[in-house]
């Protein structure tokens, strides 16, 4: 009998460390929630001559974290103990920065997600790009001594002035507007870099995840943010802009 009250969402830890997720819903709810993914699960366009050779499967996966990613974005969410609900990590900022203090320890940087689940450092620097940091003061027994409050990495102004200039993600064949984008630092907060306009790109989930952890480059030529390929794609590594955004009366780059 298809009844709302047979719906189940169930999160399991498996032996790989990834999430296993088991659910079902009545047929009402399924569509619902089949329509507000097709939004995010199409074929990403060709790029560098390279089609999205994602699965189906994956990229409804991929749907559901930008879903749920904008939903917290957005601020609109009911409070939960208080707060809104969010994604936190708590991470040593030598492991942040990359700079491990106690060099014995031959093993890159990690940290912790809410959940328990560890997570890497450079996962870590992605998610910092534009956030809220809240600087944790640490005893001798690791016990919090002082708690600072929360500041805001992009401050408004400076991220509609990125949104006025990229209009939506910088990588090229990207169609991704800008409400569906993250506010990326070229050179990472952590290591100096500054929060300017000089300094900051529109990506999507997809590319902000790929100039992380895949060796997609970023560098901005006469103002303009250009993606440089990793070498197994762009042996040349010639940098290109998205046009996909382009308005008249906007500088070519």
Not at 10 to 23: E, I, K, L, Q, S
Not at 190 to 200: E, F, I, S
Request: aromatic residues 4%; contains cysteine.
């Amino acid at each position: 009998e298809d009844k709302p009250t047979r719906r189940e969402l169930v999160f399991r830890r498996d032996v790989g460390g990834m999430d296993y997720v088991r659910g079902r819903l009545d047929s009402e709810a399924s569509a619902t929630v089949q329509a507000a993914l097709d939004a995010f699960a199409h074929p990403q366009p060709a790029q560098d001559g390279q089609p999205d050779t994602r699965s189906g499967s994956r990229r409804m996966a991929d749907a559901l974290v930008e879903l749920c990613g904008h939903a917290l974005a957005g601020g609109e969410l009911p409070t939960v103990g208080g707060e809104k609900p969010q994604v936190t990590v708590t991470i040593a900022l030598d492991d942040l920065r990359g700079q491990r203090s106690d060099e014995r320890l031959k093993r890159p940087g990690t940290g912790m997600l809410g959940t328990g689940a560890a997570i890497t450092a450079e996962a870590a620097r992605r998610i910092a790009c534009d956030s809220a940091v809240i600087p944790i003061v640490l005893g001798s027994q690791s016990e919090p001594l002082d708690i600072g409050r929360a500041t805001r990495t992009i401050p408004t102004g400076i991220r509609r002035a990125v949104v006025a200039r990229d209009i939506g993600c910088v990588h090229p064949g990207c169609t991704a507007p800008a409400a569906w984008c993250q506010t990326h630092h070229v050179r990472h907060w952590a290591d100096g870099g500054p929060t300017a306009l000089n300094n900051l790109v529109l990506l999507c989930h997809h590319h902000h995840w790929i100039v992380h952890h895949e060796g997609w480059q970023i560098v901005f030529l006469k103002g303009i943010p250009h993606v440089i390929p990793p070498p197994i794609i762009d042996p040349q590594q010639q940098p290109s802009r998205n046009t996909m955004h382009d308005q008249p009366g906007r500088p070519s780059g």
